[in-house]
């Protein structure tokens, strides 16, 4: 919405958000303080906050006052009941559809901008146009494929914008105009596709499947190559220059996190299940399963290599952000190493340049695996990495920050007990340079 509001300074875009404290954040005049870390943000809202960009908590008036709504809330993974553990919970879309159905005056187009089973639209439509009171919604389906840490840049040259909407109709077809307008202002026309609905809504699914797809494919890879004497990052080379495959998402790592791809397949799995589709459902699932596994073997391998305990050994964990240039931890390959290390009575110490103290405790809390005293207890976060690595038996590169790579890793090799161990789950630091040090290296797939 900011870089909306950056493009269009015509437009009055107004955020508004149920969390007091997060607009209260977004409304900071240090603009550190904004509650998402994302490289370039900063100098988006700061050009456009006051002049056509706003965040605020009055949502009925909010509603009451524009054109186009936006509905951006959550949709995670239901926690409860039918579809527990698999299927989106709707409930926040549904209360919102309910608020702009009690709220509206005039006529209104409704964006779904969440990312939502396919058929969303016809329950959203359901719900407005049964209120009774004359107001003409149209609902579009405007998905977001931008990643996080990439975020300004993904919006600022979009690969492509999807708009879906009802093409049979005219006001329909006027609807989507209107929202390509909204886009024409910096994205090429040709860039901008406009489809129907359900398939707007589906190759939002679709294309978080795929690219998690990639990472579950070259990660079991990585082990096959781990008992072949093959190299994972080779391989990656050798395929990615074939065009048909591309050479993008294909790093080997220890597992894919982030809000989306975990929540969105199982989305996609559940969405197959209830239609009987069940080959279609297992052949997706896969992909969750792997990841799982993936996670699970780093932190195995780091108890074996580690000569089958880490019980009362330091082990630094070196990111906990799901990827770089985020403080985003949401499904991080970092809280499952942890946990499972944990579970093996290691002593943690964490160091990651994003992430607050209070988020790390916060993800192992949730997992309710052990009490949030038994958390600070045998997990301390440390703000300097050197420090991080004094005395510890071993490191383990979980996000792939720059940083990581220009540190003196001779200073930080000499605290180490030895021998010293480095398990780099990303990939990104020189294996011979690291043994000429004296490291025990181990990377994935190599
Ligand atoms: N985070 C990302 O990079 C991307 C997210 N998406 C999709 O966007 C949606 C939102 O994701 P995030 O922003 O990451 O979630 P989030 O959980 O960070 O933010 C959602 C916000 O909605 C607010 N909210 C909930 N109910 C509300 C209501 N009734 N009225 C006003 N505000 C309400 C919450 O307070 C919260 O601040 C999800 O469907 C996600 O799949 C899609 C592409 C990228
Ligand atoms: O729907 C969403 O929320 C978004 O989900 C992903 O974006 P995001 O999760 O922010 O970040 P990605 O760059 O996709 O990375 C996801 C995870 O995969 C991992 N990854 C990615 C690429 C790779 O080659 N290897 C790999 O392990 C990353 O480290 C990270 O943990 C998609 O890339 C976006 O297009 C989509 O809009």
Redesign the pocket.
Known sequence: MAVIAQKNPEIKVTVVDINEKRIAAWNDQNLDNIPIYEPGLSDVVKEARGRNLFFSTEVDAAIDDAEMIFISVNTPTKAYGIGKGMAADLKYIELCARQIARVSKTDKIVVEKS?LPVRTAEALKNILDNTGNGVNYQILSNP???????AID?LHNPDRILIGGNVDTEEGKEAMEALVDVYASWVPKEQILTTNVWSSELS?LT??AF??Q??SS??AMSELCEHTGADVNEISKAIGMDSRIGS??????V???????QK?ILNLVYIAKSFGLNEVADYWEQVIIMNDYQKRRFAANIVKTLFNTVSGKKIALLGWA??KD?N?TRE??AIYVADYLLNEQAEIVVYDPKVTEEQIYADLDYLGTRTELENRQLVTVVKDPYLTCDKAHAIAILT?WGEFKDFDWANIYDKMLKPAFLFDGRNILNSKIKEKIGFQFRAIGV
């Open positions: 990312t977001e494929f931008l990643a996080e840490g990439t993904d939002k294309a978080n690219l998690a990639r990472v070259i990660n993008k998402f294909l790093n080997a790592s597992g894919f996190g982030g809000s989306c791809f969105d799901f990827k985020t985003d991080s390959a792939e």
